[in-house]
């Protein structure tokens, strides 16, 4: 996480280094200093480049650290566009897939709804605890650390916390809502559309930017309690709902393990022929 100390000598003899995120960046910079043929590339996919984000300690981080970066791999659009409006940098693109493929025998549309995640508040489960306000008929199951900061006695909340497996949770809910104000692109909702549940999110949330024809439905434009609740009881409503389902289901299946890292791969050279 870029504190502590680190033995510089395991990074002997590199000329390439590939970070995992910004915060890895004062132990680049060290063996950059010592070794100026180095090249750095760093992947962004969380919120570095969000300008809810960036506060001026970060700012003042960036001006250190941020030279000695010199491209990047992001997991959306957004976050490109982001990270080239801060820095002139080469910047590729490459999604993540679903790491649990759970694809139950059965599906039944029940008005049960999803989330999961940690406790990072723009994550948008906040004002999905909100929604449920005016969804009386509805439950909704919060799966992993979200639930530390949620205080509620709605007995149509339940706070799971971490569970041993999302298979019961894929097989018995069919939403699966991440109304976040900014998500670069959570492989969860990929899995839940592998598994057959009808995704609501926002905008912030990096899908979107994949989501085209009927799959625009599914997007919020705001994600207030009571536009998130309206948006969730209009899709369960939705006659047609199967074959949303089946939409989502053959969009999450193009994004696999093999593609990603071919991608991956592709893009990673693609940068270092426009750094030589």
């Given at each position: 996480?870029?504190?502590g100390r680190f033995d510089q000598g395991k990074l002997q003899g590199s000329n390439m280094l590939i970070l995992e995120s910004l915060y890895c960046a004062p132990f680049a910079r060290s063996y950059k200093k010592r070794t100026p043929e180095c090249r750095v590339i760093s992947i962004i996919a969380d919120t570095s480049f969000w300008s809810e984000r960036l506060t001026i300690l970060r700012k003042l981080y960036y001006w250190r650290y941020l030279p000695i970066v010199d491209g990047f791999i992001a997991v959306?659009?957004?976050?490109?566009?982001?990270?080239?409006?801060?820095?002139?940098?080469?910047?590729?693109?490459?999604?993540?897939?679903?790491?649990?493929?759970?694809?139950?025998?059965?599906?039944?549309?029940?008005?049960?709804?999803?989330?999961?995640?940690?406790?990072?508040?723009?994550?948008?489960?906040?004002?999905?605890?909100?929604?449920?306000?005016?969804?009386?008929?509805?439950?909704?199951?919060?799966?992993?650390?979200?639930?530390?900061?949620?205080?509620?006695?709605?007995?149509?909340?339940?706070?799971?916390?971490?569970?041993?497996?999302?298979?019961?949770?894929?097989?018995?809910?069919?939403?699966?809502?991440?109304?976040?104000?900014?998500?670069?692109?959570?492989?969860?909702?990929?899995?839940?559309?592998?598994?057959?549940?009808?995704?609501?999110?926002?905008?912030?949330?990096?899908?979107?930017?994949?989501?085209?024809?009927?799959?625009?439905?599914?997007?919020?434009?705001?994600?207030?309690?009571?536009?998130?609740?309206?948006?969730?009881?209009?899709?369960?409503?939705?006659?047609?709902?199967?074959?949303?389902?089946?939409?989502?289901?053959?969009?999450?299946?193009?994004?696999?393990?093999?593609?990603?890292?071919?991608?991956?791969?592709?893009?990673?050279?693609?940068?270092?022929?426009?750094?030589?």
């Amino acid at each position: 996480m870029g504190v502590g100390r680190f033995d510089q000598g395991k990074l002997q003899g590199s000329n390439m280094l590939i970070l995992e995120s910004l915060y890895c960046a004062p132990f680049a910079r060290s063996y950059k200093k010592r070794t100026p043929e180095c090249r750095v590339i760093s992947i962004i996919a969380d919120t570095s480049f969000w300008s809810e984000r960036l506060t001026i300690l970060r700012k003042l981080y960036y001006w250190r650290y941020l030279p000695i970066v010199d491209g990047f791999i992001a997991v959306s659009e957004r976050i490109k566009r982001d990270i080239q409006s801060y820095i002139d940098r080469p910047v590729e693109v490459v999604r993540p897939f679903p790491v649990n493929k759970i694809r139950p025998r059965k599906r039944s549309f029940e008005r049960r709804i999803l989330f999961i995640g940690n406790e990072a508040r723009e994550k948008g489960y906040g004002n999905l605890v909100k929604a449920m306000d005016y969804l009386p008929d509805f439950e909704l199951f919060l799966v992993g650390d979200c639930g530390k900061k949620v205080r509620t006695r709605k007995p149509n909340i339940h706070l799971e916390g971490r569970v041993p497996s999302l298979r019961p949770y894929f097989g018995n809910c069919s939403i699966y809502a991440h109304p976040a104000d900014f998500d670069p692109c959570p492989s969860v909702v990929w899995e839940a559309m592998y598994a057959g549940l009808i995704p609501i999110i926002t905008e912030g949330v990096g899908q979107s930017e994949l989501f085209e024809g009927d799959l625009r439905r599914l997007v919020l434009r705001e994600n207030d309690p009571k536009a998130v609740a309206e948006k969730i009881a209009e899709v369960y409503s939705y006659p047609d709902k199967r074959e949303l389902v089946r939409k989502c289901m053959r969009l999450s299946e193009e994004h696999t393990e093999e593609k990603s890292i071919r991608h991956f791969k592709k893009s990673f050279y693609k940068l270092l022929e426009e750094l030589s």
